[in-house]
């Protein structure tokens, strides 16, 4: 029986990434119809199939549609500016529809610290989403209110919040039916499952407590805006924190003797099973708040302060990292790359302003600020506050590959399997297994887009561009 001509498209004279970041020559097919990658040897060899459409990459790159999993906006859209329901998910179609540009296939909009009331209006609406030609939304990152002041960056002072609740705390601000259990929170069959992300500061009374609730019901728990000291960001990762939200910025820096949060990269991946961690020394190094800055509860939080964790074999989080050029030293991004390679992930923590097309100046933010471009730098009008980044993450990418040394599948991977992992959703996104989405980008040799696919079929073109 002679193989017949289908739905299926052949990706053919390409350079194909793979999850260790290698580049294999090879073939790649993919089903139009269904949209997923498919394995071609049983399409053939069994289904006596093969490809009725041929796409030849001229030895170009072929990888893994990008991930960015802290973007705050894009392309004139603020993911933490409310002004109605039609105009929320208006935004959300233009950004979804324009960063295919860079590569991106999947973002986890990012909503940093919010009134409180505005908490149940943002994430109802961040639940995932598309367009036929546009990058999927994987739904939210909540950075922020439960943050530390000193480390607060950007964030409006005057709305961070203490956990003195704990769990119930969680889920008052951001709605008890946005933090069910990750079974409750599934799409219908076919679609994708939505992310939940949370980055708090783990000192803040009670948000230690509520960790290992939050990781229990599917939300990604990172560790940012922090003065956490060595053993209170151990703690954390101990009870489900997975990821560190943009490494060195609103942190302490490494300090030989207490390494901080940043000292994690350096953990041991394999500590004895049956550690115990006290939770006393936990608490007894919670943030006292400053005096005259009301916005952290300094009482105990822990209920069962005086317990012990047993924690599992630990290993050692993810982290996010901007690699602009601004908000981290060359130097330093190789250095963290050296200690954690497997947990390396490439966010822009990109603003509204994101666009590759957009000249410098001054820009209009929210609550009457501006925003100040020169370049890729981007601080708030008046100050020398690192606001963000309009770094795009195919950019990214190529400055990781200059900044570490590394071969352009290698960084490839930061922005691929790795946040993919992350997050949980390696099966579908971030992958060229078969049976995972078919979200591709072309590059050439020096890591410039050339086209992008999403569910098999291009959306992007750089020569039509």
Same mark, same amino acid.
């Given at each position: 029986?002679?193989?017949?001509?289908?739905?299926? /498209?052949?990706?053919?004279?390409?350079?194909?990434?793979?999850?260790?970041?290698?580049?294999?020559?090879?073939? &790649?097919?993919?089903?139009?119809?269904?949209?997923?990658?498919?394995?071609?040897? *049983?399409?053939?060899?069994?289904?006596?199939?093969?490809?009725?459409?041929?796409?030849?990459?001229? $030895?170009?790159?072929?990888?893994?549609?990008?991930?960015?999993?802290?973007?705050?906006?894009?392309?004139?859209?603020?993911?933490?500016?409310?002004?109605?329901?039609?105009?929320?998910?208006?935004?959300?179609?233009?950004?979804?529809?324009?960063?295919?540009?860079?590569? /991106?296939?999947?973002?986890?909009?990012?909503?940093?610290?919010?009134?409180?009331?505005?908490? !149940?209006?943002?994430? !109802?609406? &961040?639940?995932?989403?598309?367009?036929?030609?546009?990058?999927?939304?994987? +739904?939210?990152?909540?950075? $922020?209110?439960?943050?530390?002041?000193?480390?607060?960056?950007?964030?409006?002072?005057?709305?961070?919040?203490?956990?003195?609740?704990?769990?119930?705390?969680?889920?008052? /601000?951001?709605?008890?039916?946005?933090?069910?259990?990750?079974?409750?929170?599934?799409?219908?069959? +076919?679609?994708?499952?939505?992310?939940?992300?949370?980055?708090?500061? @783990?000192?803040? @009374?009670?948000?230690?407590?509520?960790?290992?609730?939050?990781?229990?019901?599917?939300?990604?728990?990172?560790?940012?805006?922090?003065?956490?000291?060595?053993?209170?960001?151990?703690?954390?990762?101990?009870? $489900?924190?997975?990821?560190?939200?943009? &490494?060195?910025?609103?942190? @302490?820096?490494?300090?030989?003797?207490?390494?901080?949060?940043?000292? &994690?990269?350096?953990?041991?991946?394999?500590?004895?099973?049956?550690?115990?961690?006290?939770?006393?020394?936990?608490?007894?190094?919670?943030?006292?708040?400053?005096?005259?800055?009301?916005?952290?509860?300094?009482? !105990?939080?822990?209920?069962?302060?005086?317990?012990?964790?047993?924690?599992?074999?630990?290993?050692? @989080?993810?982290?996010?990292?901007?690699?602009?050029?601004?908000?981290?030293?060359?130097?330093?991004? *190789?250095?963290?790359?050296?200690?954690?390679?497997?947990?390396?992930?490439?966010?822009?923590?990109?603003? %509204?302003?994101?666009?590759?097309?957009?000249?410098?100046?001054?820009?209009?933010?929210?609550?009457?600020? *501006?925003?100040?471009?020169?370049?890729?730098?981007?601080?708030?009008?008046?100050?020398?506050?690192?606001?963000?980044?309009?770094?795009?993450?195919? %950019?990214?990418?190529?400055?990781?590959?200059?900044?570490?040394?590394?071969?352009?599948?290698?960084?490839?991977?930061?922005?691929?399997?790795?946040?993919?992992?992350?997050?949980?959703?390696?099966? %579908?996104? +971030?992958?060229? *297994?078969?049976?995972?989405?078919?979200?591709?980008?072309?590059?050439?040799?020096?890591?410039?887009?050339?086209?992008?696919?999403?569910?098999?079929?291009?959306?992007?073109?750089?020569?039509?561009?």
């Amino acid at each position: 029986m002679a193989p017949s001509f289908n739905s299926l /498209v052949g990706f053919t004279n390409c350079l194909i990434v793979q999850e260790d970041g290698t580049s294999l020559q090879g073939d &790649l097919w993919v089903d139009e119809a269904s949209g997923l990658i498919v394995d071609a040897k *049983r399409a053939f060899f069994q289904a006596k199939q093969r490809p009725g459409k041929m796409v030849d990459l001229g $030895g170009n790159i072929l990888s893994p549609g990008f991930l960015d999993i802290q973007i705050n906006g894009a392309y004139g859209f603020d993911f933490s500016v409310y002004e109605g329901d039609e105009a929320y998910l208006q935004g959300m179609k233009v950004v979804a529809e324009r960063i295919v540009e860079t590569g /991106v296939t999947s973002l986890l909009p990012t909503v940093i610290t919010q009134e409180k009331s505005l908490y !149940p209006k943002l994430l !109802p609406l &961040l639940k995932p989403f598309s367009t036929l030609g546009s990058a999927t939304l994987l +739904g939210w990152h909540a950075e $922020g209110p439960f943050i530390e002041h000193t480390k607060r960056g950007a964030h409006a002072p005057s709305l961070l919040l203490s956990a003195s609740g704990g769990y119930e705390t969680f889920q008052g /601000v951001y709605g008890a039916d946005n933090l069910v259990d990750e079974a409750g929170w599934r799409l219908p069959e +076919g679609q994708d499952v939505g992310v939940r992300m949370i980055t708090a500061a @783990p000192e803040i @009374p009670g948000v230690i407590d509520a960790l290992k609730v939050l990781a229990q019901k599917g939300i990604v728990m990172s560790i940012g805006h922090s003065t956490a000291s060595t053993s209170v960001a151990t703690a954390a990762v101990k009870h $489900g924190a997975r990821l560190i939200t943009h &490494l060195f910025n609103a942190m @302490p820096q490494f300090h030989h003797r207490d390494p901080s949060i940043v000292g &994690l990269l350096g953990s041991s991946p394999s500590l004895n099973p049956a550690e115990h961690i006290p939770l006393v020394d936990v608490t007894c190094e919670m943030h006292t708040p400053t005096p005259g800055t009301p916005i952290h509860d300094a009482s !105990p939080a822990s209920p069962n302060r005086n317990g012990t964790l047993i924690g599992k074999a630990f290993q050692r @989080p993810f982290y996010g990292i901007i690699v602009d050029g601004i908000h981290c030293h060359p130097n330093s991004v *190789r250095l963290a790359y050296a200690a954690h390679p497997e947990g390396c992930i490439l966010v822009t923590d990109a603003m %509204k302003i994101l666009d590759p097309h957009l000249e410098d100046g001054v820009h209009e933010w929210r609550d009457g600020k *501006r925003f100040v471009k020169e370049g890729e730098k981007l601080y708030l009008e008046g100050t020398d506050t690192l606001a963000g980044s309009v770094v795009t993450l195919d %950019k990214c990418v190529r400055n990781f590959s200059k900044f570490t040394g590394c071969s352009l599948g290698e960084a490839i991977r930061c922005v691929t399997y790795n946040p993919a992992s992350c997050l949980g959703i390696e099966s %579908k996104k +971030g992958t060229l *297994r078969p049976g995972a989405h078919a979200d591709l980008v072309v590059l050439d040799k020096e890591g410039n887009v050339l086209s992008t696919w999403v569910r098999g079929k291009q959306v992007f073109n750089r020569s039509v561009a």
